[in-house]
């Protein structure tokens, strides 16, 4: 049983969704197929150049109120990053070009909090090359990895399928054909992937 | 405890919350207050003439197949209306003219189910009337009070009062000082006003 994990690296609610769906999955006997992708051209489309909840404040100080109280319930850190949404094109290619390493579901995390909970810059490749590095990993190879044509070629492709799925937000979770959308339909996933013929 | 349940009738999502949040209360021991109100001056606020469900055709096939999922999973019917988002105005208004009345509850289930389960037009004063009459009420009586200036003016003041709390779509929970969005926030508003010295 697998559920596909569409994450973005400056979504605010895949933070918690990424914080938590391992242990979830675990829990309930299945595992994670991790797919980042870029909410950018995803939102041009939609006629957006910003984070909807900047273009919409009213809706974005609901967010920042919500992410606050989610985090709290889970207790996980979070401190409002100084600037949002950030750059996540470096984080996402380095995801998109590993995304069968055992150490993704570890960087992914290190890199939420980094952006999440230590308020720092994620576009920055002294920022990423701590997360990979404190997980006894070669950042250099790995940074250099994801500035290559195939790495930046598997994220479009990867963004481009998740246009194809109807995705518009994240985290989103592919179960089959179906499709969820929030930290809040996590286990809703889970209990469509255990339908029986699922 | 107690609670306040913003909703708007032409709201897809507020259609289940409503049908279910007052057997929820009465299993947390709170109480509802019916707080009817209308989106659209909300929406063109925020430079929308259309439900953003329209706007943004990707996210409306979304929400379609969700609340699909959602009435499936609660076992109450949803038939998609043929017209959408329906002009809620009369129905805001009936409801809001009698937010204290002991069949206001049922009467507002009666009409989420005209909308979302029968695919009828709920501006029409005979579809109200239908609504109102299978609860034993007088109708007409009903129906001439929502039309009044004191009726009219009364939904106005909920809606206004509705933005000065930051509410910006339905169906919405506010416990004190807290705003919860959406039917899948229904839980949490409770277990909010639950916590000591709430």
């Known amino acids: 049983m697998q559920i596909e994990f569409w994450f973005e690296f400056a979504s605010t609610y895949s933070y918690p969704a990424a914080m938590r769906i391992e242990a979830l999955a675990a829990e309930r006997g299945a595992t994670v197929a991790w797919r980042p992708f870029l909410l950018g051209p995803i939102f041009q489309q939609q006629g957006w150049n910003n984070s909807p909840f900047n ?6 100080n609901y967010m920042w109120r919500d992410l606050e109280r989610i985090c709290e319930c889970m207790n996980i850190p979070l401190r409002r990053p100084s600037v949002f949404p950030r750059n996540s094109l470096l984080a996402a290619r380095v995801a998109g070009a590993n995304t069968e390493a055992a ?3 570890a960087f992914v995390r290190a890199t939420y909090q980094a ?19 404190t997980l006894g990993l070669d950042a250099a190879a790995i940074l250099a990895g994801a500035q290559t044509p195939a790495a930046k070629d598997k994220l479009k492709a990867l963004t481009a399928e998740a246009m194809e799925r109807g995705i518009f937000g994240a985290p989103s979770i592919v179960v089959g054909r179906e499709l969820f959308w929030g930290n809040d339909r996590l286990e809703d996933a889970f209990d469509w992937a255990a339908r029986p013929g699922s």
């Not at 273009?55 to 974005?60: A, D, L, M, N, T």
């Not at 952006?115 to 590095?133: G, K, M, Q, T, Y």
């Open 55 to 60: 273009i919409y404040p009213v809706k974005g």
């Open 103 to 105: 150490w993704l579901p």
């Open 115 to 133: 952006n999440f909970a230590d308020d720092a810059d994620i576009s920055s490749p002294a920022v990423l090359e701590r997360c990979l590095s």
